[in-house]
């Protein structure tokens, strides 16, 4: 670990409420901005793969990266150029799919604050300009409100809801879509908690619920540890409350209607 974190790392390592996409793009202004040590580099990896464990495209990235760099800063750096260029491409063609695929729906709900997400909405509402959108404001760091912010120009129609109200709107929108953090080789997935809450409640009203995610953050694994954070960011009290805070849940794969890579539509 390096003795004294460099500030802009650290800042990315303590972000709470963007999506990995996002985080995975920090990282690489990151490493391309800087000039490091390969030492540096590696004790920085480690770090990034720690504090994202959840997050499978972040693992995949350190891994490649690792691999291709020869212990060398320059070829890190090349290493690191070659695998956001290839991103991009997936990404297009991962968008372009979501855009065909879902087309035939006019209204949306989501949750929290994902890149891609946020980036299919924009595309799709340029097509379909009369299209609705409900966001769930994602508790506790209310990252759907970033999202419902971002969009509202875009979408005029955003309505920004608690968790608690899904039930109430299920029933008034076309599909859901989320993006993944992590996709199981069984077909779970692990995304923001509320997210179940979502699939439920779709599979309740007949609502169509899809993914929208990369194949790279498919894993090999069914392996999934809940992880506590810090209860203050829920509730601060002096009783001897237990306060529980959870950032991600698994979904599993029965809840889901089907998973849209930019390979085209996984079932």
């Given at each position: 670990?390096?003795?004294?974190?460099?500030?802009?790392?650290?800042?990315?390592?303590?972000?709470?409420?963007?999506?990995?996409?996002?985080?995975?793009?920090?990282?690489?202004?990151?490493?391309?901005?800087?000039?490091l040590?390969?030492?540096?580099?590696?004790?920085?990896?480690?770090?990034?793969?720690?504090?994202?464990?959840?997050?499978?495209?972040?693992?995949?990235?350190?891994?490649?990266?690792?691999?291709?760099?020869?212990?060398?800063?320059?070829?890190?750096?090349l290493?690191?150029?070659?695998?956001?260029?290839?991103?991009?491409?997936?990404?297009?063609?991962?968008?372009?799919?979501?855009?065909?695929?879902?087309g035939?729906?006019?209204?949306?709900?989501?949750?929290?604050?994902?890149?891609?997400?946020?980036?299919f909405?924009?595309?799709?509402?340029?097509?379909?300009?009369?299209?609705?959108?409900?966001?769930?404001?994602?508790?506790?760091?209310?990252?759907?409100?970033?999202?419902?912010?971002?969009?509202i120009?875009?979408?005029?129609?955003?309505?920004?809801?608690?968790?608690?109200?899904?039930?109430?709107?299920?029933?008034?929108?076309?599909?859901?879509?989320?993006?993944?953090?992590?996709?199981?080789?069984?077909?779970?997935?692990?995304?923001?908690?509320?997210?179940?809450?979502?699939?439920?409640?779709?599979?309740?009203?007949?609502?169509?619920?899809?993914?929208?995610?990369?194949?790279?953050?498919?894993?090999?694994?069914?392996?999934?540890?809940?992880?506590?954070?810090?209860?203050?960011?829920?509730?601060?009290?002096?009783?001897?409350?237990?306060?529980?805070?959870?950032?991600?849940?698994?979904?599993?794969?029965?809840?889901?209607?089907?998973?849209?890579?930019?390979?085209?539509?996984?079932?």
């Amino acid at each position: 670990m390096n003795t004294k974190l460099n500030p802009n790392l650290e800042k990315i390592l303590s972000n709470n409420t963007s999506g990995s996409i996002e985080i995975l793009l920090e990282l690489r202004e990151y490493f391309l901005s800087y000039k490091l040590n390969f030492k540096e580099v590696e004790n920085d990896l480690n770090l990034i793969g720690e504090t994202f464990s959840d997050f499978a495209i972040i693992s995949d990235f350190t891994k490649n990266v690792t691999k291709a760099s020869k212990n060398n800063f320059e070829e890190f750096q090349l290493a690191v150029s070659i695998y956001f260029q290839n991103h991009d491409i997936d990404r297009k063609h991962l968008l372009e799919n979501a855009i065909k695929l879902l087309g035939k729906y006019n209204s949306f709900i989501t949750i929290s604050n994902s890149i891609t997400i946020k980036k299919f909405l924009e595309l799709f509402a340029r097509k379909k300009p009369d299209t609705k959108l409900v966001v769930c404001e994602s508790r506790p760091q209310f990252e759907g409100r970033i999202t419902a912010e971002t969009l509202i120009d875009k979408i005029p129609d955003t309505h920004l809801i608690t968790e608690a109200q899904i039930p109430e709107y299920m029933e008034n929108v076309d599909c859901v879509i989320t993006s993944a953090d992590k996709i199981f080789r069984d077909g779970s997935i692990i995304n923001k908690v509320g997210s179940k809450m979502l699939a439920i409640a779709a599979k309740h009203y007949s609502k169509p619920y899809y993914i929208i995610s990369g194949k790279k953050k498919f894993s090999n694994n069914n392996e999934f540890q809940v992880q506590e954070k810090d209860p203050d960011e829920v509730y601060s009290t002096l009783d001897d409350i237990k306060i529980r805070n959870v950032y991600f849940e698994k979904i599993e794969k029965d809840l889901i209607t089907g998973v849209i890579t930019e390979k085209g539509v996984l079932l």
